[in-house]
């Protein structure tokens, strides 16, 4: 095999820059955080977070349970709540949203 070929090199850099990827997303957020509401939540129960601390979007497609989402679904854009977030998959920007701590409600 010849690793001087354009198309062996790229296929290369590709990989490389797959596994820093994987290595380095991080697949929880480590502790609660604030989040604005960007956008509310829409017919597929998505909604879109932003992190002001990180100037971070995360996309939130599930939810610790009914509650929360029903809570979630009623805010208007704007808002900042307090959640804990996990990653759900490897590859994709989507998140599941969990209670933050003891607490029994998002708002600020």
């Not at 354009?6 to 609660?32: G, Q």
Request: proline letters at 3%; glycine letters at 4%; aromatic letters at 10%.
């Amino acid at each position: 095999m010849c690793f001087d070929s354009v198309e062996m090199k790229s296929t290369i850099k590709i990989f490389y820059k797959w596994l820093v990827y994987s290595l380095c997303m991080k697949h929880n957020v480590d502790k609660t955080r604030e989040f604005r509401v960007l956008r509310g939540m829409n017919a597929n129960n998505a909604i879109s977070l932003l992190a002001p601390s990180a100037n971070r979007v995360f996309q939130v497609v599930e939810y610790e349970d009914n509650t929360l989402r029903e809570e979630l679904a009623n805010l208007d854009p704007g808002k900042l709540v307090q959640l804990n977030l996990d990653r759900i998959g490897s590859r994709s920007n989507v998140w599941k949203a969990n209670w933050p701590g003891n607490n029994s409600s998002v708002s600020s």
